[in-house]
């Protein structure tokens, strides 16, 4: 039984709230105006670094102080709380878990508290394993971990050109999920090869009825 691997930021969970709010406590604790929600999200998700994002703002002075108290709320239990199951996630692992293993591959400083969240989100009991990298890994992280625990026939799940990346290299089939943490240009410029618009569709690609 091959084992199908997901990304969880972006790709079964919508994180677009918890990030555009932690930009906007941080930058009232900075004293400055945060961008509007929707323009900070849409620069995240064109891979604008945070350094340009704070360009837009004039408070690139106040990178490390940012980047400091980010890393230290983004992954607190009460802001995972923002985080929202995307549609049809939870149909769809049912449907899977029969013909396949489902693993997590996720970048997340903090495991315990990503274990927690699925257990919260009622996700917990469909994945044999969760593994987590290092969030400023990139794709060289995953890669690691898929090398050493993925097996031939294998796909990886995910909303963003890191996912992408690491499982082409691991020698994976490659899914992209649009509607996540990037957009639909990045995703095609590393040239998954399945692109779905929400989870949903995997079964199309699996000939899974």
Request: no cysteine; aromatic share 12%; hydrophobic share 35%.
């Given at each position: 039984m091959n084992t199908i691997w997901f990304d969880f930021d972006g790709t079964l969970v919508d994180v677009s709230k918890r990030y555009s709010t932690v930009h906007e406590i941080i930058c009232e604790k900075l004293g400055v105006t945060p961008l509007p929600k929707e323009q900070y999200w849409k620069l995240r998700c064109?891979?604008?670094?945070?350094?340009?994002?704070?360009?837009?703002?004039?408070?690139?002075?106040?990178?490390?102080?940012?980047?400091?108290?980010?890393?230290?709320?983004?992954?607190?239990?009460?802001?995972?709380?923002?985080?929202?199951?995307?549609?049809?996630?939870?149909?769809?692992?049912?449907?899977?878990?029969?013909?396949?293993?489902?693993?997590?591959?996720?970048?997340?400083?903090?495991?315990?508290?990503?274990?927690?969240?699925?257990?919260?989100?009622?996700?917990?009991?469909?994945?044999?394993?969760?593994?987590?990298?290092?969030?400023?890994?990139?794709?060289?992280?995953?890669?690691?971990?898929?090398?050493?625990?993925?097996?031939?026939?294998?796909?990886?799940?995910?909303?963003?050109?890191i996912d992408i990346i690491a499982g082409k290299n691991a020698g994976l089939k490659t899914i992209s999920v649009l509607g996540g943490m990037s957009t639909s240009i990045k995703l095609n410029e590393v040239m998954p090869e399945y692109q779905i618009k929400e989870i949903g569709e995997i079964s199309k690609i699996l000939h899974i009825t």
């Open positions: 064109e891979g604008k670094t945070t350094k340009e994002i704070l360009q837009f703002i004039n408070a690139e002075q106040y990178y490390n102080t940012y980047i400091e108290y980010r890393n230290e709320v983004i992954e607190s239990l009460e802001f995972l709380e923002m985080d929202l199951l995307r549609r049809n996630v939870q149909e769809t692992l049912v449907m899977l878990r029969d013909k396949y293993k489902l693993k997590i591959i996720s970048g997340r400083a903090l495991k315990t508290n990503l274990v927690e969240q699925l257990k919260q989100l009622h996700l917990y009991d469909f994945f044999l394993e969760i593994y987590t990298t290092s969030p400023f890994g990139g794709w060289k992280e995953k890669e690691v971990v898929l090398r050493k625990y993925a097996e031939a026939g294998d796909y990886i799940v995910g909303d963003h050109p």
